[in-house]
Nanobody
Framework: QLQLVESGGGLVQSGGSLRLSCAASGFTADDYAIGWFRQAPGKAREGVSW????????NYADSVRGRFTISRDGAKNTVYLHMNSLKPADTAVYYCAAPPAGQSGSLHPAWYAYWGQGTQVTVSS
């Protein structure tokens, strides 16, 4: 059974950094593109970043470009989201997701079929 588990969230001050992890089980993560999304209270889920199955293509939302970096480690079956220069506006539950096998990544949540349970990121001012 394909499962994704996020970790690494927490409370950090504005300007700080966090690294989120998305651990895959039940499948080989390198066979899938992986996306990161976030949802703040009262707001729609929004795409943050995605990485291709091979790791050679990435994309970022304008709001995080230059501050966040997505990467993957095939040996650990894990995808990471490195978040720097965090702002209070980055406060949200962060989710990782995988599209159906063979599909590329996207910043659109509807593109994805498999979701993790989320991890809370809170940035204090």
């Amino acid at each position: 059974q394909l499962q994704l588990v996020e970790s690494g969230g927490g409370l950090v001050q504005s300007g700080g950094s966090l690294r989120l992890s998305c651990a895959a089980s039940g499948f080989t993560a390198d066979d899938y593109a992986i996306g990161w999304f976030r949802q703040a209270p009262g707001k729609a889920r929004e795409g943050v970043s995605w990485i291709s199955s091979s790791g050679d293509r990435t994309n970022y939302a304008d709001s995080v470009r230059g501050r966040f970096t997505i990467s993957r480690d095939g040996a650990k079956n894990t995808v990471y989201l490195h978040m720097n220069s965090l702002k209070p506006a980055d406060t949200a539950v962060y989710y990782c997701a995988a599209p159906p096998a063979g599909q590329s990544g996207s910043l659109h949540p509807a593109w994805y079929a498999y979701w993790g349970q989320g991890t809370q990121v809170t940035v204090s001012s």
